[in-house]
């Protein structure tokens, strides 16, 4: 899994139609409807929950139809912390 998540709107009346970013998607979590918007267009839609928030899809869109955001997860946060050490210390961690 990766470790962001990304979530994108498709403003779907601005969008024409024209695939850019479905092709542009490394995840392939783009889509054309079915259907047509109000100008008869079929849209752009998200097909799962695979995008990792990487912004391609907004950059190519012609029409800036794309908003993307991005949740970090698994973010590291200090367990340990070793500090002051004035000689040469050794660690043994699992019997190695
Ligand atoms: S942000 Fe990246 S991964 Fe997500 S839908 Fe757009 S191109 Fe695909
Ligand atoms: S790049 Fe923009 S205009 Fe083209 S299909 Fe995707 S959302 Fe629609």
Do not use: W
Not at 12 to 30: A, F, M, R, S
Not at 37 to 51: I, K, L, M, P, T
Not at 66 to 89: C, F, L, M, Q, W
């Amino acid at each position: 899994m990766p470790k962001v998540k990304g979530e994108i709107k498709i403003a779907i009346e601005t969008c024409k139609g024209c695939e850019l970013c479905v092709h542009e998607c490394p995840q392939e979590t783009l889509a054309m409807s079915e259907e047509l918007n109000q100008r008869g267009y079929h849209f752009a839609v998200v097909q799962d929950e695979s995008c990792t928030g990487c912004t391609n899809c907004a950059l190519i869109c012609p029409d800036g139809a794309i908003t993307v955001y991005r949740e970090h997860r698994g973010k590291k946060t200090p367990v340990a912390k070793i500090s002051d050490v004035k000689e040469n210390i050794t660690f043994t961690i699992d019997g190695r």
